[in-house]
């Protein structure tokens, strides 16, 4: 359900959260586990705009268009456009 999916994703299990590099002290320590979803959250509430700016630092570069379109070209071709 919609629910589950979004639970799922505010609490990721032991092995998705032992591969998160900001929470890498965690692998070998699942007992960690609840302490490092609310880590997880604040950091991520912290350092949110940080992310967005590298998410989209090089989006309108040329090379980005370019590799944009030979993914729509391709899309095209294999009929899913």
């Known amino acids: 359900s919609n629910f589950m999916t979004k639970l799922a994703l505010l609490f990721p299990s ?3 959260m032992k ?3 900001y929470v890498k002290f965690i ?3 699942p007992y960690l586990l609840p302490f490092c ?3 997880r959250i ?3 509430f912290k350092n949110k705009k940080d992310f967005v700016k590298e998410a989209t630092f090089d ?3 040329d090379e980005t268009r370019a590799e944009a379109q030979k993914e ?3 899309f095209e ?3 899913l456009l």
């Open 42 to 44: 604040i950091y991520n």
């Open 19 to 21: 591969n998160i590099p």
């Open 37 to 39: 979803w609310i880590y």
């Open 72 to 74: 729509f070209e391709y």
């Open 14 to 16: 032991y092995k998705k």
């Open 59 to 61: 989006l309108a570069s």
């Open 77 to 79: 071709e294999i009929g």
């Open 27 to 29: 692998d070998g320590r």
